[in-house]
């Protein structure tokens, strides 16, 4: 694999979205003449999420720099480690992860977040239960600053996830942002993952650029694409 050839960039979208949430960061890369593939996140578990990102990762064949959004920060954090064809990383609006850490534990470690009230749960038949956001509650809580159509469109695609990936904690040896540059993009007004949060794993990673935008929602891919995309501009 040459260290000079130009990366793919990879898309991981987490709970309560879906590929097509990356569209307008897509459109904006193509643009560029960058190459872009987004992953169907399976959001049923860490440990498999990761492994099915490694496998596309692995079919690509060329180097990437890997994108993570919301619980898709947890599945590229444990894809990216040990892995070489990974360049560097870009959390959008996203979980950070240390070994041991889950998502669950660090959207509870500061103040702010309000997802719990507006999560619907129901078993499904792999065992535990399965999340997805409330269609009445999904505009205010995932992307308020999006259009009321666009939001009720997103509602109604959104891919749930188990409360074991939630749950599940990183099981690598070292976090693949230990070992791999990364960079950060966030909204100020981040409802799912409180911004403290998201402040406290930027600084923690060491981030070689952070951009919290004013008044953004947790959907910054859709509402904020510009800002995201010249993230993973400064990570290629």
């Not at 040459?2 to 960039?9: G, K, L, N």
């Not at 993570?68 to 959390?91: D, E, K, T």
């Amino acid at each position: 694999m040459s260290t000079t050839e130009q990366p793919v960039v990879v898309l991981v979208h987490g709970a309560f979205a879906e590929s097509a949430s990356w569209n307008r960061v897509i459109q904006r890369l193509r643009a560029r003449g960058l190459s872009a593939v987004a992953v169907a996140n399976p959001l049923r578990s860490l440990a498999d999420d990761a492994a099915y990102v490694r496998d596309v990762i692995n079919g690509i064949g060329q180097p990437v720099v890997l994108v993570g959004h919301s619980y898709g920060g947890m599945v590229i954090s444990q894809a990216a480690a040990g892995n070489p064809a990974v360049r560097s990383l870009v959390y959008v609006a996203a979980f950070a992860p240390e070994t041991g850490e889950s998502a669950l534990l660090l959207s509870g470690k500061f103040e702010g977040s309000t997802l719990g009230g507006a999560l619907d749960a129901y078993p499904v038949a792999s065992g535990g239960n399965e999340f997805r956001i409330a269609e009445q509650k999904y505009h205010h809580q995932f992307c308020a600053d999006l259009d009321s159509d666009e939001a009720a469109l997103m509602a109604v695609t959104q891919r749930p996830v188990t409360e074991r990936a939630l749950t599940d904690e990183l099981s690598v040896n070292e976090a693949g942002w230990r070992t791999t540059p990364s960079w950060f993009v966030f909204g100020e007004r981040d409802l799912n993952i409180p911004v403290a949060a998201l402040r406290f794993m930027a600084e923690r990673a060491s981030s070689r650029g952070t951009r919290e935008i004013a008044g953004a929602s947790h959907a910054i891919a859709s509402s904020q694409p510009d800002a995201v995309v010249a993230a993973i501009l400064d990570a290629i």
